[in-house]
């Protein structure tokens, strides 16, 4: 058996720098002493393994982020929004309070802003789809923001979000 089917079978996970931990200890004893010793003896081959994926892991996130920070004017959009959930809140507060304090209003300039930057405002279109608590619809706005994400088009992503949400809105009408 290899690495991987031993990890796979056992449910083998790095535990700390030097350390396994054997999640399918059932299995293990089902296995008997000759599974045990296997592993014991292949130990320094699974944590090898076991930090090269993880190491693969970090780079992929840090690749996938580093092509989202890339997307311009996205930090921009996204702090203008934030501004305006600040000043909503803080509007609440003073008006259940009363004391007629209010917080000046930040300059409105999402719109403006998502017209600058198309690629950035359907970035963040595709993430709101991907949060819908619908499974398929959920998948569609993630695959959308995948493409938007890998640099695909953003006009042709968001027309072809548009039709399977479109398609996907005829398939369940009479649901």
Do not use: C
């Amino acid at each position: 058996m290899n690495v991987q089917e031993l990890i796979k079978k056992y449910d083998i996970t790095l535990y700390g720098e030097d350390k396994i931990r054997i999640g399918s200890a059932y299995l293990l004893k089902k296995g008997g002493s000759k599974a045990a010793n296997e592993i014991k003896e292949r130990k320094s081959e699974i944590i090898d393994f076991l930090k090269a994926e993880e190491d693969e892991k970090k780079r992929a996130y840090e690749e996938r982020q580093s092509k989202i920070r890339a997307i311009d004017g996205l930090e921009e959009i996204q702090n203008a929004i934030e501004e305006q959930i600040k000043w909503r809140r803080a509007f609440e507060t003073a008006m259940s309070r009363g004391d007629g304090i209010l917080p000046s209003k930040p300059e409105d300039n999402i719109s403006e802003l998502k017209q600058k930057y198309p690629r950035a405002a359907a970035y963040l279109t595709a993430e709101s789809e991907s949060l819908k608590s619908n499974s398929e619809l959920s998948a569609i706005g993630r695959r959308a923001l995948e493409a938007i994400i890998s640099g695909d088009p953003h006009e042709e992503v968001l027309r072809k979000m548009e039709e399977e949400q479109k398609e996907f809105t005829d398939r369940h009408i009479w649901d």
